[in-house]
């Protein structure tokens, strides 16, 4: 199957292009048109694929035998096939359509970003590698002027440039466009990227109160001593007391009060410590009211858009 003409061919790349740049701007699609954006790209890729297959089926024939050239094209729409195939795919597992329960969701998102970024940057490299074709078409096809009314008679004075000169000029225009949007895709895919993993970040435990010189402990302070009187068991072993002092030390023992040794030690309740659980949302917009969010919905009436939410 072969596209009717190279103007046909040309506008199918250049809207494949356009939507893939698309899906990576989150913020302005929101999610339910970044699913939909990621579907329709891979079905004008299969069908890019589809218009192509005679030219791979020729060149899988006699790879060892073609060109170079045309080996390096055929290597680069394998990569490109297979990464498109596998963001695809990772797109679906991520989608709020099947809403799969993952117990790892950061590390298939960060999968799927890294994988699309570098499909993307293998679309740069084939955009530049058909530059020229590229050019040509837009040339006699799309930027095209229209015919004059009336024909001119006289042969027109045209200057002469170095063709050279003239070829790097439109291919630096051409690339630069290719970068500027290659540019603000990737930057917005590290800027989403970059805010769910802050937000998934673990939170560290609080630290134990330490003891302190007061006789406090991680458990509690503990119970505050009184001073043992002194007895005539504290007294040396070689030291004999009078009668008068041991009786005065016997008077003194009955008249106190009895110091209590049980004395139940009192204890404070550990504050809860902050858990391991990671806060993770599909949709960072954070709207609270419909309208904003292109798939609002609020099934547990807390006034803030599901998709927003920590899952």
Not at 47 to 75: D, E, M, P
Not at 83 to 105: F, H, I, K, R
Not at 164 to 184: E, H, K, N, P, Y
Not at 227 to 251: N, S
Request: aromatic share 6%.
């Amino acid at each position: 199957m072969q596209p009717r003409s190279p103007k046909a061919n040309w506008i199918i790349d250049a809207v494949l292009f356009a939507g893939f740049i698309l899906t990576f701007l989150l913020d302005i699609t929101g999610l339910a048109l970044h699913q939909w954006l990621g579907i329709g790209v891979g079905l004008l890729a299969a069908y890019h694929l589809i218009v192509h297959w005679r030219w791979v089926k020729s060149v899988t024939r006699r790879f060892g035998s073609c060109s170079g050239q045309a080996r390096t094209y055929y290597l680069l729409d394998a990569l490109l096939m297979a990464g498109m195939t596998l963001t695809v795919l990772n797109g679906l597992v991520l989608s709020t359509w099947l809403d799969l329960p993952l117990n790892n969701y950061l590390a298939w998102r960060a999968f799927h970003v890294i994988v699309s970024v570098t499909t993307l940057l293998l679309v740069v490299l084939k955009i530049g590698l058909h530059w020229r074709w590229i050019i040509s078409v837009a040339q006699r096809h799309i930027l095209r002027p229209a015919a004059p009314a009336v024909p001119v008679l006289q042969p027109a004075v045209v200057p002469v440039r170095a063709q050279g000169a003239v070829d790097r000029r439109q291919f630096l225009r051409l690339m630069s466009i290719v970068g500027v949007g290659a540019t603000l895709a990737i930057g917005s895919a590290l800027n989403d990227s970059l805010a769910a993993l802050a937000r998934g970040l673990i939170a560290e435990p609080e630290p134990a109160l330490a003891a302190t010189d007061t006789g406090a402990t991680p458990d509690g302070p503990a119970a505050a001593v009184e001073p043992a009187l002194p007895t005539a068991a504290d007294a040396p072993a070689a030291t004999v007391l009078p009668p008068a002092t041991a009786t005065a030390i016997e008077a003194t023992k009955a008249l106190s009060p009895a110091v209590p040794t049980d004395a139940p030690t009192p204890t404070v309740a550990a504050s809860p410590i902050p858990g391991s659980a990671t806060c993770v949302v599909r949709c960072n917009v954070g709207c609270s009211y419909p309208g904003r969010c292109r798939r609002y919905t609020d099934k547990n009436k807390n006034n803030r858009c599901d998709l927003g939410e920590c899952l």
